[in-house]
């Protein structure tokens, strides 16, 4: 008898247990979560406007995690879509930075991670734009270094891709200094070597301060 008893509080107890999870898949199954579909064909790189997805609610039986439930307006995609597909994270381009080989010289130590100013050396043979201007000139601040090595990688903004790519193939010559950017000065001013040695004697003799924006040379001509 006791051990029918047992039995009978087992099943009824699978039995509750079996209502309580179809009661759950009831009431997830009446749940709703936000989702964004596209309403035309689109190509890779296309940025997101009303005009071209809009949002709708979907079941979550339609696994929730795959969706993208916050608005992609202003994204950009990272392949084509067509109308109706409904879009996940991983449709949009997750960074707008590359990372381009270069080389520069720098202290021993450089690690991944470090952030550096660079500075190039006109007066070479090679990409003609940086070359026209003689002199050191301070080219990029803040960049991370990714990869360290000879070439180092460097992350810089994707639309500034062909800038770095023509001034790696180029024989201008690079100089790259660990800094946090504070108290360096801004300019872009590109300093010739006589100008440089003059305002270094000058601080070193007390009778000067640190260059901010200096004036440009003047031409060989002697107009401005």
């Given at each position: ?74 994204r950009q995609l990272a392949h084509g879509v067509q109308p109706n597909d409904i879009l996940r994270a991983d449709d949009f381009v997750s960074s707008t930075m590359v990372e381009v080989p270069i080389t520069f010289k720098l202290a021993p130590g450089l690690v991944v991670n470090d952030v550096i100013d660079i500075y190039a050396i006109g007066g070479g043979s090679g990409t003609a ?96």
């Amino acid at each position: 008898m006791r051990r029918t008893v047992a039995i009978a509080a087992v099943v009824i107890a699978m039995l509750a247990a079996v209502g309580i999870a179809a009661g759950v898949l009831v009431v997830n199954a009446g749940a709703k979560t936000t989702a964004w579909v596209t309403t035309q064909n689109l190509p890779a790189g296309a940025t997101l406007d009303s005009s071209n997805v809009h949002q709708v609610q979907l079941s979550t039986g339609t696994d929730p995690y795959t969706v993208m439930t916050t608005s992609p307006l202003g994204r950009q995609l990272a392949h084509g879509v067509q109308p109706n597909d409904i879009l996940r994270a991983d449709d949009f381009v997750s960074s707008t930075m590359v990372e381009v080989p270069i080389t520069f010289k720098l202290a021993p130590g450089l690690v991944v991670n470090d952030v550096i100013d660079i500075y190039a050396i006109g007066g070479g043979s090679g990409t003609a734009a940086v070359n026209a201007a003689e002199g050191t000139r301070l080219i990029a601040r803040g960049v991370t270094v990714v990869a360290v090595g000879n070439p180092a990688v460097i992350s810089v903004p994707a639309a500034e891709e062909p800038l770095w790519v023509s001034l790696s193939s180029s024989s201008v010559a690079l100089i790259a200094t660990r800094s946090t950017g504070v108290n360096v000065p801004t300019t872009d001013h590109a300093y010739t070597t006589g100008e440089v040695l003059a305002l270094l004697a000058q601080l070193a003799a007390g009778n000067a301060s640190a260059p901010t924006a200096a004036s440009p040379s003047p031409s060989p001509s002697g107009t401005p």
